[in-house]
């Protein structure tokens, strides 16, 4: 038997047992060695029920009498007199009546669960019990908790489980020998061994550390390796030419903040050097990327050189194409626009425009990608709103230059340090820290529900005075769950009655595109007062004029999306206001709480971190790709740990294939988050 070997040579797994594990995705037996546990059960300190006190607690003890009943539609009550040789007492679960038929034997079982004070009596808690006789007599009783499968019971897993001891005991170790010294790691067959075997807590502990590390340092190496590939290109070199950079800024209407300034230097100086630059600029919502992007853009086409711009969404595509037009057209760079709504002969003459490169900008969506598109001489690439693209779609569009191009990937999603350094290890940053001059905070508030008329007479306030505001809804149509808000009821609601003198428009995903573009042109040009829309605006949609945003069951919504949604507003001199309506007038969560304290996305970003893991930030695709087994892409400080050591091997220049299983996942990482 090895690694491969079919889990039908393991001793006790027939045809049946082997296809329910095939089922969950374990074929083999090296990957029922990697079925780490989710979670443990620790019986190793067991109380008798004479000296029970409340808390957690485990006892050893048999089931005297059992039985359920319901209580109310949805709720089956089971109870259970439990007896050791020290007394009894009462166990109580709610909707689990196979305690019933598991427990009716009378048999010794371990009972583990939240002693406490509930129905005016001491009792035990919905407690996990596992048969006595079923515990393995090797371990000191701290039982490995595993994703349940279906058709498989937990200690018929284990007991499989414990068939592979011997050859867990003999894994070769994958990580260089000197890190493991250095970081004073378990072993690797130690540390599987610890996950499944586990004799006390504390190793628990320092073979997941182990387990974490290793992944994180897998990811982190190739994100060096790939750094370090992307520095043996030779890509278009673009000079600093001054004038033109200095005529495009003299026309802008603002001034340049330091920020920016410094942002667009360091991305100029890239596009001097002769490997392709691989740059993200994060900024908090409206501190002015776009611009930083048309600088740079003027200067390429200056030297004959193309440049693409990627937004997410058709809305963001041609407004960034309008802004860009104004700002490009005077100094006679071209701009176009390549979305899925350009169609026909239109759409043929773009398409010759872009390969003979009378088109100097081309600003679009995914339509960029495709085959049919061919550019002439692409010199520079922006991502915007870089999160919601997958590493994919990136990297098709760098392929359409014969030289890789300049990268430069845009985001208002702050990547707290942590993330930045694992995921995108192989891009330099750049970071606008600072907002155009004048700008005022954003007032946030959270909203009850029921004061909705007061929240009317504050918005109608702003649109007297000229501005206008968003009322952002979850859903697009009507629904029965009227708590639930949806644009088009909204939309209705407001036009017949409160805001019955404003001019009120409609916008969601499943209007044509060229509707949307009429009522987004409206809303921009100010010939509208409200806009009720779903999310669609929630990126990067610029109307300074916008000072409020009312979000309709606000806590339907993540913190970042909440964020995103909020930098509608604040965007000119004017105050800007955004209102957090609730469900319910219950309690609003801790996500609102943030929200309303805060205006600073990367303080935001931690928190998200902390409340709902990094999938959520980094995008879910690719994270879910990497899909790490142990490591939590929040760790701080093993992620420092692993990186210190990705560098030093690097650095060190040892042949990676010396260890063929860390080559392996390594350029694994490597094809999943390369940008070439
Ligand atoms: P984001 O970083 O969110 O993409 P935008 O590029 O959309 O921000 O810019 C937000 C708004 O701020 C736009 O209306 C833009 O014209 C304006 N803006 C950008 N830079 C400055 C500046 N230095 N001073 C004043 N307004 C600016
Ligand atoms: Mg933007």
Redesign the pocket.
């Known amino acids: 038997m090895n690694l491969v070997s079919s889990l039908k040579k393991i001793k006790g797994v027939g045809l049946k047992t082997a296809e329910q594990f095939t089922l969950a995705g374990i074929r083999t037996v090296g990957d029922l060695i990697d079925f780490l546990p989710r979670t443990y059960e620790d019986f190793s300190h067991i109380t008798t029920i004479a000296n029970i006190a409340p808390g957690k607690a485990t006892i050893l003890a048999r089931c005297e009498k059992i039985a359920t009943r319901p209580v109310r539609r949805g709720l089956r009550i089971t109870t259970a007199t439990l007896v050791d040789s020290t007394g009894k007492l009462q166990a109580v679960w709610f909707n689990q009546p196979y305690r019933e038929t598991q427990l009716k034997s009378g048999e010794e079982f371990y009972f583990s669960g939240e002693f406490e004070f509930n129905y005016n009596r001491y009792q035990l808690t919905n407690p996990s019990a596992e048969l006595v006789k079923d515990m393995p007599v090797q371990t000191d009783r701290i039982l490995p908790v595993y994703r349940s499968i279906k058709g498989l019971k937990t200690p018929l897993v284990r007991k499989i489980l414990s068939e592979l001891r011997p050859l867990i005991t003999m894994l070769s170790e994958t990580l260089p020998s000197n890190i493991i010294k250095d970081e004073n790691l378990m072993s690797r067959s130690q540390a599987v061994l610890t996950m499944h075997f586990p004799e006390d807590m504390a190793d628990i502990e320092k073979a997941r550390d182990r387990l974490a590390f290793e992944e994180l340092f897998q990811l982190l190496l190739a994100s060096q390796l790939n750094r370090q590939e992307n520095a043996k290109l030779t890509g278009w070199h673009i000079p600093f030419e001054q004038p033109v950079v200095a005529n495009f800024v003299k026309q802008?209407?603002?001034?340049?903040?330091g920020a920016?300034r410094r942002a667009a230097w360091e991305i100029i100086q890239d596009l001097e050097r002769k490997t392709p630059m691989n740059r993200l600029l994060q900024?908090?919502?409206?501190?002015?990327?776009?611009?930083v992007a048309g600088l740079v853009a003027c200067q390429v086409a200056h030297f004959g050189f193309q440049t693409a711009i990627m937004a997410p969404t058709e809305i963001l595509a041609s407004q960034h194409a309008e802004?860009l037009s104004k700002l490009l057209q005077p100094l006679g760079v071209t701009v176009g626009l390549l979305t899925g709504s350009v169609k026909g002969t239109a759409r043929k003459t773009l398409y010759e425009q872009i390969a003979t490169g009378s088109v100097q900008v081309v600003v679009g969506t995914h339509a960029l990608i495709q085959d049919s598109v061919n550019f002439y001489k692409l010199g520079f690439v922006v991502i915007?709103e870089q999160h919601r693209f997958g590493v994919n779609q990136r990297q098709l569009l760098l392929a359409k230059s014969e030289h890789m191009p300049h990268m430069l990937a845009?985001t208002?999603t702050p990547i707290p340090r942590s993330l930045a350094l694992t995921v995108y290890g192989e891009l330099d940053i750049s970071i606008?820290n600072e907002l155009?001059?004048?700008r005022k905070p954003i007032q946030t508030k959270i909203w009850s529900p029921n004061s909705r008329a007061q929240l009317y007479e504050k918005i109608d306030v702003e649109l007297v005075a000229g501005r206008q505001a968003y009322v952002i809804c979850s859903l697009i149509e009507e629904n029965l769950e009227n708590e639930i808000k949806s644009v088009q009821a909204e939309y209705k609601k407001l036009q017949n009655s409160v805001f019955k003198h404003r001019r009120i428009g409609l916008l969601h995903g499943k209007l044509k595109s060229d509707e949307k573009d009429v009522v987004m042109g409206q809303f921009s040009r100010g010939e509208l007062d409200i806009l009720v829309s779903t999310t669609v605006v929630e990126v990067?949609v610029?109307v300074?004029n916008a000072t409020v945003v009312m979000i309709e069951n606000a806590d339907r919504f993540g913190l970042s999306q909440l964020h995103q949604l909020r930098?509608r507003v604040g965007?000119?001199v004017h105050q800007s206001y955004c209102y957090l309506v609730t469900s319910t007038s219950a309690k609003p969560t801790e996500r609102l709480r943030h929200l309303e304290k805060s205006n600073d996305g990367f303080y935001l970003a931690e928190v998200d971190l902390k409340l709902r893991g990094p999938g959520e930030i980094y995008g879910r695709a690719q994270h879910g790709a990497l899909n790490l087994q142990i490591a939590t892409l929040a760790d701080t400080k093993l992620i420092a740990r692993a990186q210190k050591q990705a560098k030093s091997f690097v650095a060190s220049g040892v042949d990676m294939l010396q260890y063929k299983q860390l080559a392996t996942q390594v350029q694994y990482y490597q094809r999943l988050t390369t940008l070439n």
């Open positions: 802008l209407p603002f001034e340049l903040t920016q900024g908090d919502v409206g501190s002015g990327k776009t611009v802004t915007d845009m208002a606008l155009p001059k004048g990067g610029d300074p930098g965007r000119s």
